[in-house]
């Protein structure tokens, strides 16, 4: 009999974790507690280690057909539109950029559509010796295994690390947007205290997101769309082009937390992957990234270690908690940095930007970021 495992959440980590288990012959069940799986209107890119966990999941191609090569970091820019950094022509990237919806699909397509159930929140998990039990209301499904990757906001998290301090706001806060509009280079904006990003994602599609400092959380716009507008009034094109092709009523906007670092990723037969373990900054682009190395890690210590669940879940604990909960803090610090408004800081940061010239700044963010990019995957067999 095939072990088989209740993933919680079907979110990029939820349905990397099925799709890993399923290249080691385990058998899943994908509970979600949205109607329907999906994802947020919006963008994100993929480094290569990202890309190298998908490859390992089998999915490499629908990923890269999926993907857009994104150059942004590669051009910095002033709000008034001169280049701090340009991208040369000939410049190649290692990154991709996704619609969100795009990628997510790409894993949801590597599942089997029976191992899915929407519409199921988890309310409850008990342990066995052998085994572990987890309740949607009245419904309940036993397996030999929990993959927790229920987000920022884990009820898993939330019922067996009591102890746990929930998702920490330092004080950044996001709005984004799908844009349509043909024509437009990819590029990073820096402003004092805010910055906006522009990314392609294929088909017509740019994904933006502008970045600000925030006193508190939870401060709403009843038009959102306007409050961008009014933050980069001014800011050179083709800025406030994306906005003018932006629908309002589809921009997004979400205070961004993190986690403090939890003591273990494992309680039992249960083991937190993605957000819920390690949500992040955006300010890296590793979220979704290491939720993707989390589910091969995963998989590859549950095929090495075949029957004893527990030491396979140690292994990965070992692994990931380490990696992981350095990124959350450069994550944070990179954070914090972007949004600073602190005219010094902001104008000692665009100057040691400017002082690398245009052609060495891939060679050097590559060897910068090599600790996060390089990383290499286990092998996954079948
Ligand atoms: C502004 C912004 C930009 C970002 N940019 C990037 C980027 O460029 N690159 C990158 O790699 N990452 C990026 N990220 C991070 C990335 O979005 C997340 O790390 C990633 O989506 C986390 O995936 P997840 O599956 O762990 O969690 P989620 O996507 O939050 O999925 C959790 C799922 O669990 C479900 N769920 C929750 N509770 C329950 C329950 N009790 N029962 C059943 N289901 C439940 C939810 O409905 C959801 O579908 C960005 C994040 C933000 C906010």
Redesign the pocket.
């Known amino acids: 009999m095939p072990k088989n495992a209740l993933v ?7 349905l990397a974790a099925a799709v890993g288990l399923r290249r080691i012959g385990w058998t899943a069940t994908v ?4 109607p329907e799986l999906g994802e947020v209107g ?1 963008g ?3 480094s290569p280690n ?1 890309l190298r966990a998908l490859a390992e999941l089998g999915v490499a191609d629908e990923a890269r057909a999926a993907g857009v090569p994104f150059h942004g970091v590669f051009n910095l820019r002033t709000p008034s539109g001169g280049h701090i950094v340009r991208a040369l022509p000939g410049t190649t990237s290692p990154l991709l950029g996704f619609h969100r919806a795009d990628l997510h699909r790409v894993l949801m397509d590597a599942v089997p559509a029976e191992w899915v159930r929407t519409g ?4 409850a998990v008990r342990q066995g010796a052998d085994e572990v039990t987890v309740s949607c209301g009245a419904q309940e499904w036993t397996a030999d295994l929990v993959v927790a ?7 898993v998290r939330h019922l067996l690390w009591p102890e746990a301090p929930g998702p920490r706001f330092w004080g950044n806060t ?1 709005w ?1 947007g799908i844009a349509h509009a043909d024509g437009i280079d990819a590029g990073m904006t820096l402003g004092r205290g805010q910055y906006f990003l522009a990314m392609p994602v294929g088909r017509g599609r740019v994904y933006w ?1 502008l970045g600000a400092r925030a006193d508190r959380p939870a401060v709403r716009y009843d038009d959102e769309l306007a409050e961008v507008r009014r933050r980069v009034h001014r800011w050179h094109d083709p800025i406030p082009r994306l906005l003018d092709a932006t629908a309002p009523e589809a921009v997004l906007h ?1 205070d ?1 937390t993190d986690l403090d670092p939890l003591s273990g990723y494992v309680r039992g037969r249960v083991v937190l ?4 373990a390690h ?2 900054h ?1 300010d890296m ?5 290491q ?1 993707l190395e989390d589910a091969v890690v995963l998989a590859a210590a549950l095929a090495e270690t075949a029957d004893d669940v527990p030491a396979a879940l140690a292994r990965y604990d070992g692994q990931r908690r380490p990696r992981t909960q350095t990124i959350v803090e450069q994550a944070r610090a990179k954070g914090l940095e972007s949004t600073s408004g602190n005219a010094v800081s902001y104008h000692l940061r665009t100057l040691a930007l400017r002082m690398v010239p245009s052609s060495r700044w891939p060679a050097l963010a590559a060897r910068a970021l090599a600790p996060v990019w390089d990383w290499t995957p286990p092998r996954l067999s079948r």
């Open positions: 919680i959440g079907g979110g990029i980590g939820g509970l979600e507690r949205r919006a994100m890119s993929q990202a199921a929140q988890v309310t990757a229920d987000g920022v906001r884990s009820t996001v984004r997101a979400h961004i992957l993605g957000d819920a949500a992040m955006p682009a590793q979220g979704a990234a939720a």
